[in-house]
């Protein structure tokens, strides 16, 4: 099975959106509201910010969201702050295989 | 609040076993949830190796599968995860998590990661 498709970086100017997409095919992100998303600051471990396509765990600010169409899962951060700089992960379910699987990353830079 | 933390040897040979331990305080593991580990290095990313419940669930993934075993020892509340014959391909930080058992498929907790590499 194939990494989910993330794009390498995006960056956005303080108080601006951004948006972040994970590309999966039907046997994961397509089949089943099971996407997570993981913000990894360096040196640090990740921590889940969005799981079941929009939800968001206690205490992860409004400012993230998520969504998804299809075959592709979506991550929102409105608002953009430095502190939000960091490493982005989105993972899916897969059906198939009974397993999880993780996107290559995305790398935001607040300029 | 539930913490976890991994440890083992940062050193393997290669062909050898990879072992690591996770020590879980603030929860019992025998209450519930799947118990897991991930990796990540600079070639492979992040990595879902697999999970296993005190009920005796477990799930790999299908890439490591033949290599991996979880275990869960519930009189010490820890968790191990061993790799057998381990190549250069598996350096990397492994990290020891939580995910939920209904079906919730995501990494609740996370342990703050041990980085392994594999060297003669």
């Known amino acids: 099975q194939s990494a989910l498709t993330q794009p390498a970086s995006v960056s956005g100017s303080p108080g601006q959106s951004i948006t972040i997409s994970c590309t999966g095919t039907?046997?994961?992100?397509?089949?089943?509201?099971?996407v997570s998303w993981y913000q990894q600051h360096p040196g640090k471990a990740p921590k889940v910010i969005i799981y079941?396509?929009?939800k968001r765990p206690s205490g992860v600010s409004n400012r993230f969201s998520g969504s998804k169409s299809g075959n592709t899962a979506s991550l929102t951060i409105s608002g953009l702050q430095a502190e939000d700089e960091g490493d982005y992960y989105c993972s899916s379910y897969v059906h198939s295989t009974t397993s999880l699987l993780f996107g290559g990353g995305t790398k935001l830079t607040v300029l | 609040q539930v913490q976890l933390q991994e440890s083992g040897p940062g050193l393997v040979k290669p062909a050898e076993t990879l072992s690591l331990t996770c020590a879980v305080s603030g929860y019992s593991i025998s209450s519930g949830y799947y118990w897991g580990w991930l990796r990540q290095s600079p070639v492979k990313g992040l990595e879902w190796i697999g999970i296993?419940?005190?009920?005796?669930?477990?799930y790999y993934n299908p890439s490591l599968k033949s290599r991996v075993t979880i275990s869960l020892d519930t009189s010490k509340n820890q968790f191990s995860l061993k790799v057998n014959s381990v190549t250069d391909t598996d350096t990397a930080v492994y990290y020891c998590a939580r995910q939920p058992a209904n079906g919730e498929w995501y990494l609740q907790e996370w342990g703050q990661g041990i980085l392994v590499s594999v060297s003669s």
């Open positions: 039907s046997n994961d992100v397509g089949s089943y509201n099971r």
């Open positions: 296993m419940s005190q009920s005796g669930y477990a």
């Open positions: 079941e396509v929009s």
